[in-house]
């Protein structure tokens, strides 16, 4: 079966960069892209951006460029998201999806917290 | 930029009522519009993408409706395990997807 497993939670000072992974199984990594969505605390989910596996081509919501970098590791089917220069606002359940222009599956979600 | 517009922010409905959901989309996202279902803790669960094709093991009192900008998902006979958050989602414009701000439905 599909299945995305991110890492676990975080909690980084501000201006620090924070890296998440995102292991897929159960299918062929380099088949569909995969996008960052986000979360704050009692808030919409927010898209952050995407990631072509098979030629690492990537594309950022504008509010992120210049912050994120998404990257990938086809040899382990995993992939990444580094966001720099954290701040108390970026504070957030990270999320990678499997698109098919929807998303039909999630990972579990990795809790970013910023904090001094 | 298209923006995702939900209404109502919240509903209040009771077990065995039907609930009805808009989405409101600023331009036309034709039917490339998806809905999702959250519960506090959990990631999002897709329902419904294409505008109205439900997802694998999604019951069938879920049903999704519309095309252009105008968009309605509606539960026909709400379960306990119905409430919570729905947000929609458009993918007409690649890559750049936007999601409403989310629908809570809540016990009335």
């Known amino acids: 079966q599909v299945q995305l497993v991110q890492s676990g939670a975080e909690v980084k000072k501000p201006g620090a960069s924070v890296k998440v992974s995102c292991k897929a199984s159960?299918?062929?990594?380099?088949?569909?892209?995969i996008n960052w969505v986000r979360q704050a605390t009692g808030q919409g989910l927010e898209w952050m951006g995407w990631?072509?596996?098979?030629?690492?081509?990537?594309g950022y919501a504008q509010k992120f460029q210049g912050r994120v970098t998404m990257t990938r590791n086809t040899s382990i089917s995993t992939a990444y998201m580094e966001l720099s220069s954290l701040r108390s606002e970026d504070t957030a359940v990270y999320y990678c999806a499997r698109e098919s222009g929807w998303y039909s599956y999630w990972g579990q979600g990795t809790l970013v917290t910023v904090s001094s | 930029e298209i923006v995702m517009t939900q209404s109502p922010a919240t509903l209040s409905v009771s077990p065995g009522e039907r609930a009805t959901l808009s989405c409101r989309a600023s331009?036309?996202?034709?039917?490339?519009l998806a809905w999702y279902q959250q519960k506090p803790g959990q990631a999002p669960r897709l329902l419904i993408y294409?505008?109205?094709t439900r997802a694998t093991g999604i019951p069938a009192r879920f049903s999704g409706s519309g095309s252009g900008t105008e968009f309605t998902l509606t539960i026909s006979s709400l379960q306990s395990e119905d409430f919570a958050v729905y947000y929609c989602?458009?993918?007409?414009?690649?890559?750049?997807?936007?999601f409403g701000q989310g629908t809570k439905v809540e016990i009335k």
């Open positions: 990631m072509n596996p098979n030629s690492g081509n990537t």
């Open positions: 989602q458009q993918y007409n414009n690649w890559p750049r997807r936007t």
């Open positions: 331009q036309s996202v034709s039917s490339n």
């Open positions: 294409g505008a109205s």
């Open positions: 159960g299918y062929t990594f380099t088949s569909y892209d």
